[in-house]
Protein backbone atom coordinates (compact mmCIF):
# COMPACT_ATOMS: atom_id res chain seq x y z
CA UNK A 1 0.00 0.00 0.00
CA UNK A 2 1.43 3.46 -0.93
CA UNK A 3 2.03 6.00 1.93
CA UNK A 4 1.33 9.69 2.28
CA UNK A 5 3.13 11.42 -0.73
CA UNK A 6 4.54 14.86 -0.26
CA UNK A 7 6.84 17.15 -2.39
CA UNK A 8 9.31 19.10 -2.95
CA UNK A 9 11.13 17.18 -0.09
CA UNK A 10 13.18 20.43 0.41
CA UNK A 11 12.92 23.88 -0.57
CA UNK A 12 14.84 26.97 0.35
CA UNK A 13 13.19 30.36 -0.37
CA UNK A 14 13.63 33.75 0.97
CA UNK A 15 11.64 35.70 3.18
CA UNK A 16 8.60 37.29 1.35
CA UNK A 17 8.63 34.40 -1.24
CA UNK A 18 5.70 32.10 -1.48
CA UNK A 19 6.06 28.34 -1.84
CA UNK A 20 3.66 25.56 -2.03
CA UNK A 21 3.72 22.22 -0.95
CA UNK A 22 1.55 19.20 -1.95
CA UNK A 23 0.56 15.82 -0.66
CA UNK A 24 -1.30 12.59 -1.61
CA UNK A 25 -2.53 10.80 1.31
CA UNK A 26 -3.41 7.66 1.09
CA UNK A 27 -6.07 5.97 -1.23
CA UNK A 28 -9.36 6.31 0.24
CA UNK A 29 -8.49 7.95 3.28
CA UNK A 30 -11.26 11.02 3.78
CA UNK A 31 -8.93 13.32 6.50
CA UNK A 32 -6.35 15.06 5.62
CA UNK A 33 -3.95 17.09 8.16
CA UNK A 34 -0.97 19.39 7.83
CA UNK A 35 0.97 20.08 10.66
CA UNK A 36 3.98 22.12 11.37
CA UNK A 37 6.80 21.26 13.17
CA UNK A 38 9.58 23.75 13.84
CA UNK A 39 13.18 22.27 15.09
CA UNK A 40 13.41 20.63 18.79
CA UNK A 41 9.36 20.69 18.89
CA UNK A 42 6.41 18.40 18.50
CA UNK A 43 4.13 18.58 15.51
CA UNK A 44 1.57 21.23 15.38
CA UNK A 45 -1.96 21.09 13.55
CA UNK A 46 -2.22 23.89 11.08
CA UNK A 47 -5.35 22.36 9.45
CA UNK A 48 -7.12 19.40 9.38
CA UNK A 49 -9.96 18.18 6.18
CA UNK A 50 -12.81 15.95 6.30
CA UNK A 51 -13.09 15.02 2.28
CA UNK A 52 -13.08 18.35 0.86
CA UNK A 53 -14.17 20.46 3.69
CA UNK A 54 -12.60 21.69 6.60
CA UNK A 55 -12.77 20.52 10.01
CA UNK A 56 -10.16 22.65 12.23
CA UNK A 57 -8.23 26.15 10.70
CA UNK A 58 -7.31 27.39 14.34
CA UNK A 59 -4.11 27.25 14.14
CA UNK A 60 -3.94 27.84 10.35
CA UNK A 61 -2.26 31.84 10.20
CA UNK A 62 -4.56 32.70 7.74
CA UNK A 63 -3.20 36.01 7.04
CA UNK A 64 -0.50 34.35 5.10
CA UNK A 65 -1.16 30.14 4.97
CA UNK A 66 -4.03 28.85 2.77
CA UNK A 67 -4.64 25.32 2.18
CA UNK A 68 -7.05 23.70 -0.33
CA UNK A 69 -8.53 20.12 -0.87
CA UNK A 70 -10.93 20.63 -3.73
CA UNK A 71 -11.65 17.41 -4.36
CA UNK A 72 -10.95 15.56 -1.45
CA UNK A 73 -8.43 13.94 -2.42
CA UNK A 74 -4.71 15.35 -2.75
CA UNK A 75 -4.14 19.23 -1.04
CA UNK A 76 -1.91 21.88 -1.70
CA UNK A 77 -0.37 24.07 1.44
CA UNK A 78 0.31 27.18 0.66
CA UNK A 79 2.84 30.28 2.32
CA UNK A 80 2.64 34.02 1.05
CA UNK A 81 4.84 35.71 1.88
CA UNK A 82 6.78 33.73 3.72
CA UNK A 83 8.90 34.45 6.94
CA UNK A 84 11.76 33.76 8.57
CA UNK A 85 9.95 32.28 11.84
CA UNK A 86 7.92 29.39 8.62
CA UNK A 87 11.04 27.44 8.65
CA UNK A 88 10.03 24.08 9.15
CA UNK A 89 9.33 20.50 8.49
CA UNK A 90 5.05 20.62 6.99
CA UNK A 91 4.00 17.02 7.61
CA UNK A 92 1.28 16.03 5.63
CA UNK A 93 -0.98 13.06 7.11
CA UNK A 94 -3.98 11.15 6.39
CA UNK A 95 -6.38 8.70 8.20
CA UNK A 96 -9.35 6.66 7.21
CA UNK A 97 -12.19 8.58 8.63
CA UNK A 98 -12.06 11.72 11.49
CA UNK A 99 -13.51 9.65 14.17
CA UNK A 100 -10.95 9.85 16.57
CA UNK A 101 -12.51 8.71 19.55
CA UNK A 102 -12.20 5.54 18.17
CA UNK A 103 -8.67 5.56 17.90
CA UNK A 104 -8.00 5.82 14.22
CA UNK A 105 -4.21 5.64 12.87
CA UNK A 106 -2.67 8.36 11.16
CA UNK A 107 -0.24 7.76 8.74
CA UNK A 108 1.99 10.60 8.24
CA UNK A 109 4.00 11.53 5.17
CA UNK A 110 8.11 12.30 5.16
CA UNK A 111 7.78 15.52 5.33
CA UNK A 112 8.62 19.04 3.05
CA UNK A 113 11.69 21.17 4.95
CA UNK A 114 11.26 24.82 4.88
CA UNK A 115 13.94 26.95 5.07
CA UNK A 116 13.27 30.34 4.50
CA UNK A 117 16.43 32.82 4.62
CA UNK B 1 -0.63 24.82 22.04
CA UNK B 2 1.36 21.88 22.97
CA UNK B 3 0.21 20.07 25.28
CA UNK B 4 2.00 16.94 26.38
CA UNK B 5 5.15 17.72 27.82
CA UNK B 6 8.14 14.96 27.39
CA UNK B 7 10.54 13.96 30.25
CA UNK B 8 13.24 13.73 29.95
CA UNK B 9 14.33 15.79 26.68
CA UNK B 10 17.20 13.27 25.80
CA UNK B 11 18.06 9.96 26.72
CA UNK B 12 21.31 8.25 25.98
CA UNK B 13 21.74 4.32 27.17
CA UNK B 14 23.69 1.19 25.78
CA UNK B 15 22.23 -1.24 24.35
CA UNK B 16 19.88 -3.97 25.69
CA UNK B 17 19.01 -1.47 28.52
CA UNK B 18 15.32 -0.29 29.01
CA UNK B 19 14.29 3.26 27.86
CA UNK B 20 11.33 5.08 29.64
CA UNK B 21 9.92 8.54 28.48
CA UNK B 22 7.31 10.36 30.51
CA UNK B 23 4.47 12.35 29.44
CA UNK B 24 2.01 14.56 31.00
CA UNK B 25 -0.56 16.22 29.78
CA UNK B 26 -3.50 19.10 31.10
CA UNK B 27 -6.81 18.11 30.22
CA UNK B 28 -8.90 15.15 29.63
CA UNK B 29 -8.43 12.72 27.17
CA UNK B 30 -9.80 10.31 25.08
CA UNK B 31 -7.04 8.06 24.33
CA UNK B 32 -3.16 8.83 24.21
CA UNK B 33 -0.52 7.80 21.38
CA UNK B 34 2.89 7.71 21.16
CA UNK B 35 4.38 7.90 17.77
CA UNK B 36 8.29 7.67 17.10
CA UNK B 37 9.88 10.06 14.66
CA UNK B 38 13.64 9.16 12.81
CA UNK B 39 16.03 11.95 11.89
CA UNK B 40 14.33 13.47 8.74
CA UNK B 41 11.57 11.38 8.39
CA UNK B 42 7.66 11.44 9.29
CA UNK B 43 5.86 10.19 12.40
CA UNK B 44 5.35 6.67 12.71
CA UNK B 45 1.93 5.23 15.05
CA UNK B 46 3.14 2.89 17.91
CA UNK B 47 0.70 2.64 20.31
CA UNK B 48 -3.09 3.97 21.58
CA UNK B 49 -3.76 3.63 25.45
CA UNK B 50 -7.66 4.94 25.65
CA UNK B 51 -8.52 6.73 29.22
CA UNK B 52 -10.43 3.77 30.84
CA UNK B 53 -7.05 1.67 30.18
CA UNK B 54 -4.31 1.34 32.70
CA UNK B 55 -1.70 -0.62 30.40
CA UNK B 56 -1.14 -2.04 26.94
CA UNK B 57 1.59 -3.73 25.59
CA UNK B 58 2.68 -4.01 21.77
CA UNK B 59 5.96 -6.22 21.26
CA UNK B 60 8.83 -4.62 23.02
CA UNK B 61 6.57 -1.70 24.07
CA UNK B 62 4.52 -0.83 27.05
CA UNK B 63 2.99 1.84 27.57
CA UNK B 64 1.10 3.38 30.89
CA UNK B 65 -1.80 5.50 31.72
CA UNK B 66 -2.96 7.27 34.76
CA UNK B 67 -5.71 9.78 34.10
CA UNK B 68 -5.61 10.84 37.82
CA UNK B 69 -2.05 11.87 37.49
CA UNK B 70 -2.60 12.99 33.88
CA UNK B 71 0.12 10.97 32.83
CA UNK B 72 1.77 8.12 30.71
CA UNK B 73 4.76 6.44 30.75
CA UNK B 74 6.49 4.71 27.60
CA UNK B 75 8.85 1.75 28.47
CA UNK B 76 11.22 -0.11 25.52
CA UNK B 77 12.52 -3.07 26.75
CA UNK B 78 16.04 -4.37 25.43
CA UNK B 79 16.50 -1.12 23.47
CA UNK B 80 18.90 -1.35 20.57
CA UNK B 81 20.57 0.97 18.17
CA UNK B 82 17.36 0.87 15.80
CA UNK B 83 15.63 2.51 18.53
CA UNK B 84 17.62 5.51 18.27
CA UNK B 85 14.67 7.73 17.09
CA UNK B 86 12.71 11.03 18.72
CA UNK B 87 9.43 9.85 20.33
CA UNK B 88 6.64 11.53 20.97
CA UNK B 89 3.14 11.56 23.26
CA UNK B 90 -0.26 12.88 21.72
CA UNK B 91 -3.54 13.36 22.66
CA UNK B 92 -6.85 13.94 21.98
CA UNK B 93 -9.17 15.24 23.92
CA UNK B 94 -12.29 15.09 26.06
CA UNK B 95 -15.69 16.60 25.97
CA UNK B 96 -15.34 20.14 24.15
CA UNK B 97 -12.41 18.83 21.94
CA UNK B 98 -13.28 18.76 18.22
CA UNK B 99 -10.57 15.64 18.12
CA UNK B 100 -7.34 17.23 17.43
CA UNK B 101 -4.17 15.26 18.03
CA UNK B 102 -2.07 17.28 20.22
CA UNK B 103 1.51 16.71 19.94
CA UNK B 104 4.36 17.07 23.20
CA UNK B 105 7.93 18.21 22.33
CA UNK B 106 9.33 14.82 22.01
CA UNK B 107 12.17 12.87 23.80
CA UNK B 108 14.92 12.15 21.76
CA UNK B 109 16.62 8.53 22.86
CA UNK B 110 19.83 7.57 21.76
CA UNK B 111 20.99 3.95 21.88
CA UNK B 112 24.59 3.17 21.46
CA UNK B 113 25.31 -0.52 20.33
Known amino acids: EAGVAQSPRYKIIEKRQSVAFWCNPI?????LYWYQQILGQGPKLLIQ????????DSQLPKDRFSAERLKGVDSTLKIQPAKLEDSAVYLC???????????????FGEGSWLTVV | SQQGEEDPQALSIQEGENATMNCSYK?????LQWYRQNSGRGLVHLIL?????REKHSGRLRVTLDTSKKSSSLLITASRAADTASYFC?????????????FGQGTTLQVKP
Open chain 1, 27 to 31: SGHAT
Open chain 1, 93 to 107: ASSLRDNYFSGNTIY
Open chain 2, 27 to 31: TSINN
Open chain 2, 90 to 102: ATIGGSGNTGKLI
Open chain 1, 49 to 56: FQNNGVVD
Open chain 2, 49 to 53: IRSNE
